[in-house]
T-cell receptor, first 114, second 119 residues
Framework: DAGITQSPRYKITETGRQVTLMCHQT?????MFWYRQDLGHGLRLIYY???????DKGEVPDGYVVSRSKTENFPLTLESATRSQTSVYFC?????????????FGQGTRLTVV | AQKVTQAQTEISVVEKEDVTLDCVYE???????LFWYKQPPSGELVFLIR??????QNEISGRYSWNFQKSTSSFNFTITASQVVDSAVYFC????????????????FGKGTKLSVIP
């Protein structure tokens, strides 16, 4: 199906483990984003990418790594998960060059670090 | 730095009442975009509307209307004749666009307003 999909939808992991959240979009959007949503903080940007092989930090990048070898994929890796990284993670994409400055979001991944 | 403030944390209305959600923003950019998103209880984020900084024309779409006022840095959202299905968290967001037309296009979100429509 066309759109933006995240996997897994739910994940429980232990402190110290590495975990990767996947994001795939079929629109060929150039921009992709990772946000985390926490009570009291709203949505905060972790990393974004303007194109394949171009990534940059957002507001809360510490403890996260991203890569973008292909336009359609933008995985987010927690190198050594901590309890403070328990959150709902949203991937999004947009294509400003076509006038689509609004971001379209995936369904979210609920990550629990125990 | 950009900032979006949604002063109303939670609002409850009775079905069929009108309700306005407030949004105030701060930015030094002369060109920017404003958005409203809806997050129903199922958790997904649904795009509702986009406005650019040069377009202050207010818009009505069905029961929804938006009031953008650059002079007061506000972008308010009104639901007319609210329905139970409108119950959700609504987010106002701001996106940067540099004068060159480039920019990160990252969204700065307000903390959201939880709307409960009571039957």
């Amino acid at each position: 199906d066309a759109g933006i999909t995240q996997s897994p939808r739910y994940k429980i992991t232990e402190t110290g483990r590495q975990v990767t959240l996947m994001c795939h979009q079929t629109w060929s959007h150039s921009y992709m984003f990772w946000y985390r949503q926490d009570l009291g903080h709203g949505l905060r940007l972790i990393y974004y990418s303007a194109a394949a092989d171009i990534t940059d930090k957002g507001e809360v990048p510490d403890g996260y790594v991203v890569s973008r070898s292909k336009t359609e994929n933008f995985p987010l890796t927690l190198e050594s998960a901590t309890r403070s990284q328990t959150s709902v993670y949203f991937c999004a994409s947009s294509e400003p060059a076509r006038g689509d400055t609004e971001a379209f979001f995936g369904q979210g991944t609920r990550l629990t670090v125990v | 730095a950009q900032k979006v403030t949604q002063a109303q944390t939670e609002i409850s209305v009775v079905e069929k009442e009108d309700v306005t959600l407030d949004c105030v923003y701060e930015t030094r950019d002369t060109t920017y975009y404003l958005f409203w998103y809806k997050q129903p209880p199922s958790g997904e984020l649904v795009f509702l509307i986009r406005r650019n900084s040069f377009d202050e024309q207010n818009e009505i779409s069905g029961r929804y209307s938006w009031n953008f006022q650059k002079s007061t840095s506000s972008f308010n959202f009104t639901i007319t004749a609210s329905q139970v299905v409108d119950s959700a968290v609504y987010f106002c967001a701001l996106s940067d666009v540099w004068d060159s037309g480039a920019g990160s296009y990252q969204l700065t979100f307000g903390k959201g307003t939880k709307l409960s429509v009571i039957p």
